[in-house]
């Protein structure tokens, strides 16, 4: 990680994964900005590259 402390931000880099019960990203990096509770998620720029978001199984009401 590389931290930023006059931008406010934080650098992950490398085929980041994060996972919390909300859901999960992946990338090649990740900025995260202090201030204002902002990710950024970037792919590597090849092809195929691509960063990602997956979120849990949701209910919604009315379905079954």
């Given at each position: ?9 934080i ?10 019960d ?8 990740i ?33 079954e």
């Open positions: 990680a590389t931290i930023r402390p006059v931008e406010g931000e650098v992950l880099e490398g085929n980041v994964v994060i996972t919390d909300r859901g999960k990203v992946s990338g090649h990096r900025r995260m900005h202090k201030g204002d509770g902002r990710a950024i998620v970037e792919g590597d720029g090849t092809e195929g590259s691509r960063a990602r978001i997956t979120f849990p199984e949701m209910d919604f009401p009315g379905e």
